[in-house]
């Protein structure tokens, strides 16, 4: 009889360590079919992840190069419109005369017509003003830009600073006047108002993007 239940308890035992193998399998076959699952979706979903997070940022990257293009188009456009016009007049032959009344007919009828202009001015060769479109004649001989061109006989073009007619931040535009010998006889100063950029700027500035 205990020899029996010996067998017996031998059996069952054995049942019971086959049964915790079988099961272990069975967790193992789960678990790595997870794994066959599972992982390969993960993984698909990562690299589609930095997939588009790449191109994202790719194109981000181009439509703000786009837009910085378009962007210094329009500004280069603006300042050379700017630039020609005050060249344009520093070879116009009422300015040259220096007669200060057509001088300043000319300035104004420019000034009326191109309102991102905040003054315009012309200087003899000694930095005297003969006509500007508003405000009294005065002595600018010792400004930075009048000093460069009488110099150096060649355009300048200032930083931004605060002007003394309108206090608005301006740039000026200073361009050496010649007589037909060639002679520096002047200079035709023009002060360009940097809000009328900032509105330029302001056309690409939509919802979170600002130019």
């Known amino acids: 009889m205990l020899i029996y239940v010996i067998?017996?308890?031998?059996?069952?035992k054995l049942f019971?360590?086959?049964?915790?193998?079988m099961k272990t399998i069975r967790q193992k076959l789960v678990i790595f079919t997870l794994l066959l699952i599972v992982l390969p979706f993960a993984i698909s979903n990562i690299a589609t992840s930095l997939y588009m997070n790449v191109k994202y940022k790719q194109e981000l990257e181009n439509n703000n190069?786009?837009?910085a293009n378009s962007l210094a188009d329009q500004v280069s456009s603006f300042l050379q419109k700017g630039?020609?016009?005050?060249e344009q007049l520093a070879n116009n032959s009422d300015v040259k005369s220096f007669d200060g009344e057509k001088q300043k007919g000319v300035?104004?009828?420019?000034?009326?017509?191109?309102?991102?202009?905040?003054l315009l001015y012309i200087t003899d060769a000694n930095g005297m003003q003969t006509a500007k479109t508003s405000g009294d004649l005065a002595d600018r001989s010792n400004?930075?830009?009048?000093?460069?061109?009488?110099?150096?006989?060649?355009t300048f073009v200032s930083d931004s600073y605060y002007s003394l007619t309108?206090?608005?931040p301006v740039i000026t535009i200073a361009v050496p006047i010649f007589n037909d010998s060639k002679n520096f006889i002047g200079v035709m100063g023009a002060d360009i108002k940097l809000s009328s950029l900032q509105e330029v700027i302001d056309k690409y500035s939509k919802g979170s993007r600002h130019a």
């Open 65 to 67: 190069m786009v837009l």
């Open 7 to 12: 067998s017996q308890l031998t059996k069952l």
């Open 143 to 154: 400004r930075e830009w009048f000093i460069k061109v009488a110099e150096e006989k060649h």
């Open 16 to 21: 019971i360590r086959e049964e915790i193998r």
């Open 83 to 86: 630039y020609a016009i005050t």
């Open 166 to 168: 309108n206090n608005t």
């Open 107 to 118: 300035l104004t009828d420019v000034l009326e017509k191109n309102d991102y202009f905040d």
